[in-house]
């Protein structure tokens, strides 16, 4: 982790953060950071609390214990439409375009986290990173294929400048191919720093089922059981530890 | 002569469509962003037409002569008011429900409905009121040979105008503004929409706005065309209006508009060649007819279970 850390508060940062569905607890005193410029993975079974933990950070369920930071401002009680303007994107499990509308709208509507007055990335950027949404964009989002979705509802998310990306299981349901060509661009949209306008130093928070390939792209990794985080370290330290390679990585001890 | 009575009919239809049409708006949007039918709807439509009168009086008592004025300030004042009122009965009565069962807003829509039409009757009186006309006169359209084709008010030209009009600037607006982008994106996902920065609770007040003053534009042309209304007229016009949006499939904009006039037409022609008396069994049977063959209606989507 190094410098950066040192000298200042995390991205993000979650204190002993509990939610409930209902009556049943999805999350169990979570404590976790994210940097700026980092890549982090969060990685677990089907089941594990994932999903409910980006959606957590965004009120919808609201934590039922703890403390939500975010650049050091208390989120923890924001409505959940006040909660992407301050920075944060998320592309959601199932990736939730919306598809009666065009690929487009789609991208416009990322949008609406800046407001009218601040100025997002521009459309040449995203399609120069993503070619095929350009040549789909008069086109209903439904009719894309499964990565193409995916494409676009990362490209949603880029159009609101995000300081931090949440990305829910960007692999799930995708052909090998497309799974590596997703994290190869993760990677180089952190690298060039989400360049060309978008905010410097952009953090990534990567939910995946998929441990092997976020382990290697991430500098950080969580991993999370029933509710609670059981083990953290350096991406390469998980990759290699026993116990994450018995559960996670399919491979015998 | 058949082809005068013809032309006369689908006028007539074309008219009592486009007020249906204008009034499922108000049904099709809500249905479409919370998946409630809002059987206050039809009281919204009846306030209007109180609204639309006070207006005229006021306007009159301030001496306003200039008639195309005073119609362009009716309209306007009226759909503001009435927007006022769609906007407070979301406020006070839906919102607080939402995230509760289904029939609980279903029972306070009608709930509503009986205290918006006392409300009316105490303060307005339960006789039938009236306005006088203000648009005289009419066109004849003739065929070659001098023979009388179709006659068309003046007051039944600017319905026509007015509400056709209306339904394509709605249009342009949902379609071409990011107020209307996010209205659709509320509707089709309002958890994502919100995650995206969208203040969803905002946008769905402003539905029942904007279908609140589509009601009001067809008040104010109805009670023009006609002159006379009391506290009952929402029942059975919102009836219709609910018919026209389930026939054209509910939660499509253009379905409203075309369940309206497809409503509107085929109740004229029953009337017009059948029997005027039995007009509404015809247009509630043609609405079971087409939900037989065509569950969704017209335009509508099949449900489709979100996982």
């Known amino acids: ?26 999350l169990d005193r979570i404590s ?55 920075g944060l994107a998320l592309v959601p499990e199932g990736r939730r375009i919306f598809p009666g509308m065009t690929v487009l709208e789609n991208i416009a509507l990322g949008h609406t986290a800046l407001g009218n007055h601040r100025q997002g990335p521009s459309l040449d950027f ?16 439904g009719t894309l294929s499964g990565g193409e979705q995916q494409m676009l509802a990362i490209a949603r998310a880029l159009m609101s400048q995000p300081r931090l990306l949440l990305l829910d299981e960007p692999s799930l349901g995708l052909a090998p191919m497309m799974i590596r060509k997703i994290f190869a661009l993760i ?44 083990l953290t370290g350096t991406g390469h330290d998980l990759l290699n530890n026993p116990e994450v390679k018995h559960a996670y990585l399919g491979t015998l001890v | ?77 009226t759909m503001f008011v009435t927007a006022l009122y769609g906007w407070f009965l979301e406020r ?81 607006i949902m379609h071409h503004t990011s107020l209307g982008r996010a209205c659709r994106a509320t509707e089709q996902d309002r958890i994502m929409a919100s995650l995206l920065g969208i203040d969803t609770d905002r946008i769905i007040a402003t539905v029942f706005v904007i279908g609140a003053a589509m009601a009001a534009i067809a008040g104010v042309l109805v009670t023009l065309n006609y002159g006379s209304f009391d506290f009952h007229i929402g029942f059975v016009t919102g009836i219709k209006a609910f018919t026209a949006a389930v026939l054209g499939g509910i939660g499509s904009l253009p379905g409203a508009m075309l369940g309206g006039l497809v409503l509107g037409l085929s109740e004229s022609f029953f009337s017009g060649f059948v029997n005027a008396d039995y007009k509404d069994v015809f247009a509630f049977s043609l609405l079971v007819l087409v939900l037989i063959f065509r569950p969704s209606g017209f335009l509508g989507h099949p449900q489709v279970v979100k996982v």
């Open chain 1, 126 to 141: 995203l399609y120069t990173h993503f070619p095929i949404l350009k040549e789909r964009q008069r086109q209903k989002a």
């Open chain 1, 187 to 230: 990677r180089s949209l952190v690298q060039s720093g989400i360049q060309s306008g978008v905010q410097p130093e952009t953090a990534v928070f990567l939910v995946e089922q998929n441990a092997h390939q976020a382990l290697q792209i991430a500098d950080r990794g969580y991993v999370l059981v029933n509710g609670t985080i059981r």
């Open chain 2, 1 to 77: 002569m058949e082809l005068a009575i013809l032309a006369q009919q689908t006028l007539n239809g074309l008219i009592l469509g486009a007020t249906y049409g204008l009034i499922a708006i108000g049904y099709t949007m809500v249905y479409g962003i919370i998946g409630m039918i809002n059987f206050a709807h039809g009281e919204i439509y009846m306030v209007s037409a109180y609204v639309t009168a006070i207006f005229l009086a006021v306007l009159h008592y301030f001496g306003l002569a200039n008639v195309p004025l005073m119609l362009l300030a009716v309209l306007l004042a």
């Open chain 2, 92 to 172: 006070i009565a839906y919102r607080p429900l939402r995230g509760s069962t289904r029939l609980a807003p279903l029972i306070t829509a009608i709930g509503l409905s009986l205290i918006l039409q006392n409300y009316v009757r105490l303060s307005q009186g339960a006789r039938s009121q009236g306005i006088p006309s203000l648009l005289q006169g009419s066109f004849a359209i003739t065929l070659g040979n001098d023979e009388r084709l179709v006659q068309i008010t003046y007051v039944q030209t600017l319905i026509i105008i007015v509400a056709f009009l209306s339904m394509a600037i709605l249009t342009v």
């Open chain 1, 32 to 86: 976790l950071t994210v940097n700026a410029g980092e890549i982090v993975t969060l990685i677990g079974a089907n089941g594990a609390g994932k999903s409910t933990l980006l959606m957590t950070l965004f009120g919808n369920p609201r934590a039922s214990h703890g403390q939500i930071l975010f650049a050091g401002q208390d989120i923890t009680h924001l409505p959940t439409h006040r909660i992407s303007p301050l």
């Open chain 1, 1 to 26: 982790m190094g410098e950066r850390t040192s000298l200042a508060q995390p991205l993000l940062a979650l204190q002993e953060v509990s939610s409930h569905y209902g009556p049943v607890r999805a």
